[in-house]
């Protein structure tokens, strides 16, 4: 895990400047300058795929990961980089609670409360991968996971903003992921509410 957590850093970085240089090809009008970036940008995308293919040999050597990765990915919404990113990230994915994996998530709403002071309630700390991974795949899970879809309208309903919204859908969908780890299931719409 330490490992494939050191080769998704070094991803980010390389993911990272290749943005930058896609970014500079828009402005750069002279054809030397615009020939050299477009080289570095295909040198940089094939360093991006020899590391995610360093990932999945690694992955793929142990088969706890696998049966990992292969259950978090059979969860609409979640996909291979996502998966491979909790694993780094949310290694207790499985083993904690749902309050302690909104927790290091950083999802789970804390009192802001003082004497008679009562604030709203707030989400701070936690891991930064893990929440940026975990918004990709609840704005995913948004559209395709039938329970996500059914809470995320229901806040709606309600009128809560966007990003209440989101936090909670990445809470329920590290819930999800959580428990279905811990039971060594697949996902399956018809079990998974009452997995929750």
């Avoid at 050299?36 to 995308?45: A, G, P, Y």
């Avoid at 991974?133 to 995913?140: D, E, I, P, T, V």
Wanted: proline letters at 3%.
């Amino acid at each position: 895990v330490e490992r494939i957590d050191a080769l998704l850093t070094r991803r980010r970085q390389l993911v990272g400047m290749r943005t930058m240089e896609r970014n500079r090809i828009q402005q750069v009008i002279e054809r030397f300058s615009k020939k050299q970036i477009t080289q570095h940008i295909k040198f940089l995308s094939a360093q991006i795929t020899a590391i995610e293919g360093q990932v999945d040999d690694e992955i793929d050597s142990d088969p706890t990961l696998r049966e990992k990765v292969n259950i978090m990915t059979s969860v609409p919404g979640v996909g291979d980089g996502t998966a491979r990113a909790l694993l780094a990230e949310l290694g207790e994915l499985g083993e904690a609670s749902r309050q302690q994996i909104g927790a290091l998530a950083g999802v789970a709403p804390f009192d802001k409360q003082s004497g008679k002071s009562d604030r709203k309630r707030t989400t701070r700390g936690g891991r930064t991968g893990a929440r940026t991974a975990g918004y990709m795949a609840a704005l995913s899970a948004q559209r395709c996971n039938p329970i996500i879809k059914a809470f995320a309208e229901r806040l709606k309903a309600k009128g809560k903003p966007f990003k209440v919204i989101m936090v909670a859908c990445i809470r329920k969908l590290f819930t999800l992921l959580n428990a279905l780890l811990k039971t060594g299931q697949m996902w399956n719409p018809r079990t998974a509410q009452t997995n929750l």
